[in-house]
T-cell receptor, first 112, second 111 residues
Framework: DGGITQSPKYLFRKEGQNVTLSCEQN?????MYWYRQDPGQGLRLIYY???????QKGDIAEGYSVSREKKESFPLTVTSAQKNPTAFYLC???????????FGSGTQLSVL | GQQVMQIPQYQHVQEGEDFTTYCNSS?????IQWYKQRPGGHPVFLIQ?????EVKKQKRLTFQFGEAKKNSSLHITATQTTDVGTYFC???????????FGSGTQLTVLP
């Protein structure tokens, strides 16, 4: 089946720890995105990548980092600089600008 | 920057009643998309509107794009329990390459 796979489904972070969320797609999409969703709120863009080896900051990039070494993969690292990391993180991809987004099933990150 | 407001934030309806959510943008949109997120799930694309004044229907769902391309609405006729979830609008403005999402309307359907 073609789609986007996010792992893990649940993740816990200790104080001062960096954690990495995985996102893999086999849709052959060029563009990939990371969104953060807080309870009762919309989706806020963290980072996006239009092409391999290139990525751009979104609206709330502080405390996060990404890489795009392969077309299929767009991992997100939540660094210790992100002081309020508890949220639902969604990865998405699409074929091009103005196309629809395909979302992964999300990762719920909590702080211990 | 571009802002997309969506109202209401929450809506409880009795099964069989109609439901409408409204989306308003601070800037003119080149297109607008609608997504549905079931409880505990991820957003799923419903539809995209591109033309001024466009109206599209999907069974009991009717989507409209305003004449000025700054607002949109989703109307559900005779809601069912399967309609439960959060409905998001998301728009592209002319210069922005990324979607800006509304805050969503959480629909609860009471049996």
């Amino acid at each position: 089946d073609g789609g986007i796979t996010q792992s893990p489904k649940y993740l816990f972070r200790k104080e001062g720890q960096n954690v990495t969320l995985s996102c893999e797609q086999n849709l052959n999409h060029d563009a990939m995105y990371w969104y953060r969703q807080d309870p009762g709120q919309g989706l806020r863009l963290i980072y996006y990548s239009q092409i391999v080896n290139d990525f751009q900051k979104g609206d709330i990039a502080e405390g996060y980092s990404v890489s795009r070494e392969k077309k299929e993969s767009f991992p997100l690292t939540v660094t210790s600089a992100q002081k309020n990391p508890t949220a639902f993180y969604l990865c998405a991809s699409r074929r091009g600008t103005n196309e629809k987004l395909f979302f992964g099933s999300g990762t719920q990150l909590s702080v211990l | 920057g571009q802002q997309v407001m969506q109202i209401p934030q929450y809506q409880h309806v009795q099964e069989g009643e109609d439901f409408t959510t409204y989306c308003n943008s601070s800037t003119t949109l080149s297109n607008i998309q609608w997504y549905k997120q079931r409880p505990g799930g991820h957003p799923v694309f419903l539809i995209q509107l591109v033309k001024s004044g466009e109206v599209k229907k999907q069974k009991r769902l009717t989507f409209q794009f305003g004449e000025a391309k700054k607002n949109s609405s989703l109307h559900i006729t005779a809601t069912q329990t399967t309609d439960v979830g959060t409905y998001f609008c998301a728009g592209h403005s002319g210069s922005a390459r990324q979607l800006t999402f509304g805050s969503g309307t959480q629909l609860t359907v009471l049996p």
